[in-house]
């Protein structure tokens, strides 16, 4: 989520899933205990079919060490590299955004060639001079991208990142049981038959979310007097919540125990997998677009090798396993086209959403020092 600060963002961001990753001795995993318990368990996963892949240039003696989130690529991811690209991978896991973040941030060489970020955090990276710059040249599979990945707010051109992995926030519910949420005040002021059945999320941009829209403002605001607002809002909405819940909503659906919930729409895939009745709708006061990003460090000593990686996972074959997998739309077109993809649209409709529609909704960017904001809000708000 979302892998943003439970993962998510999730990823998404945000995402953190169980599936631990693991290959040849060339790979590492570092996932928390605590990050582990507590996020959902993955769809059933299979290794990642082998891709021709050109490499950018000369790679000999170069190696990689990529972060990214448990779960969020295939478990032979390293020793597909290394057999396309003749490169040595390590895989490290972060389970959060910020857990990434702070080694990266830290000062000096921080050992990451690539890590796997959510668009706004990116966007910090770049702006705190971290990240080297995309050379499209060196990435011919970029070419497989939708036009619209290369209009996201955070990087226009994807100057500095490449999206791995887009989506958008909504409500997901029983539609056996209740009819369709239309807006996001069925979550913040539900029915009688919904109140003490609904769910929101504490990520501190997702909890603010269904409150600001619903007032009309947008997700990136930083007025004060907006942000009070939808705090009000939200601390109103408290009596009629089961709970705030990041990681297990889907669960509470398929168990009966919600009726809708703020979700990502990947993770609601989750619980249509084991139950067709729980859908996916976006409220008519709009929603995010969120992405999760490739970035390669200004302080790689292997950004050919960097490049190399990036162009790997937008080969097809690559980027259709993510969509696979882990049941969120990719920014690749290439992708999305393979047959196995689409046909996933039937179960999972809000898999062939377009991106044209994607980029109706407001695209999450970093805040900078007003981020803070938003951290305050979501503490008042869980806190009273």
């Given amino acids: 989520m979302r892998r943003r600060?439970?993962?998510?963002?999730?990823?998404?961001?945000?995402?953190?899933?169980?599936?631990?990753?693991?290959?040849?001795?060339?790979?590492s995993t570092e996932t928390s205990a605590?990050?582990?318990?507590?996020?959902?368990?993955?769809?059933?996963?299979?290794a990642a079919p082998a891709a021709s892949t050109p490499a950018a240039a000369d790679l000999s003696g170069q190696t990689l060490t990529v972060s990214n989130w448990a779960g969020y690529y295939p478990e032979d991811l390293a020793a597909q590299v290394e057999k396309a690209l003749g490169v040595p991978l390590t895989i490290a896991n972060h389970a959060t955004n910020e857990e990434i973040m702070a080694k990266l941030t830290a000062g000096g060489d921080s050992g990451f060639d690539?890590?796997?970020?959510?668009?706004?955090?990116?966007?910090?990276?770049?702006e705190a001079g971290l990240l080297e710059p995309i050379d499209h040249g060196k990435i011919p599979n970029i070419a497989n991208l939708y036009p619209e990945a290369t209009q996201l707010a955070f990087d226009p051109g994807?100057?500095?990142?490449?999206?791995y992995t887009w989506g958008t926030t909504g409500i997901c519910?029983?539609?056996?049981?209740?009819?369709?949420?239309?807006?996001?005040?069925?979550?913040?002021?539900?029915?009688?038959?919904?109140?003490?059945?609904?769910?929101?999320?504490?990520?501190?941009?997702?909890l603010a979310l269904p409150a600001l829209k619903s007032l009309g403002f947008?997700?990136?605001?930083?007025?004060?007097?907006?942000?009070?607002?939808?705090?009000?809002?939200?601390?109103?909405?408290?009596?009629?919540?089961?709970?705030?819940?990041?990681?297990?909503?889907?669960?509470?659906l398929v168990n009966g125990e919600a009726n809708a919930v703020v979700?990502?729409?990947?993770?609601?895939?989750?619980?249509?997998?084991?139950?067709?009745?729980?859908?996916?709708?976006?409220?008519?006061?709009?929603?995010?677009?969120?992405?999760?990003?490739?970035?390669?460090?200004?302080?790689?000593?292997?950004?050919?090798?960097?490049?190399?990686?990036?162009?790997?996972?937008?080969?097809?074959?690559?980027?259709?396993w993510v969509a696979e997998n882990i049941l969120y739309k990719?920014?690749?077109?290439?992708?999305?086209?393979?047959?196995?993809?689409?046909?996933?649209?039937?179960?999972?409709?809000?898999?062939g959403m377009t991106p044209s529609d994607l980029l109706k909704q407001e695209v999450v960017v970093d805040l900078g020092e007003d981020s803070v904001k938003y951290t305050d809000l979501a503490t008042e708000v869980t806190s009273s």
């Fill in 263 to 320: 979700a990502w729409d990947g993770w609601c895939n989750y619980g249509t997998a084991e139950n067709p009745d729980i859908k996916f709708t976006i409220p008519k006061e709009g929603s995010d677009l969120w992405s999760d990003t490739m970035v390669i460090l200004k302080s790689s000593k292997n950004k050919e090798a960097a490049h190399a990686f990036i162009n790997f996972i937008l080969d097809p074959a690559n980027h259709a």
């Fill in 5 to 27: 600060s439970t993962l998510a963002l999730v990823g998404l961001a945000t995402c953190a899933l169980l599936v631990s990753a693991c290959s040849s001795g060339s790979t």
């Fill in 114 to 126: 690539v890590a796997f970020v959510s668009g706004q955090y990116a966007q910090a990276l770049n």
């Fill in 173 to 206: 519910y029983r539609s056996d049981l209740i009819p369709e949420p239309t807006s996001w005040n069925d979550i913040l002021a539900p029915s009688a038959e919904n109140k003490g059945k609904v769910t929101q999320m504490t990520t501190e941009r997702w």
């Fill in 34 to 46: 605590a990050a582990a318990s507590a996020a959902p368990a993955a769809p059933a996963a299979s």
């Fill in 218 to 252: 947008s997700i990136n605001t930083t007025d004060d007097g907006q942000l009070q607002q939808a705090k009000d809002l939200l601390i109103a909405s408290k009596k009629d919540l089961l709970a705030y819940d990041d990681t297990t909503f889907y669960s509470r």
């Fill in 158 to 163: 994807n100057a500095f990142s490449v999206p």
């Fill in 330 to 351: 990719v920014p690749n077109k290439a992708a999305m086209d393979v047959a196995a993809v689409k046909e996933m649209n039937a179960t999972y409709p809000n898999m």
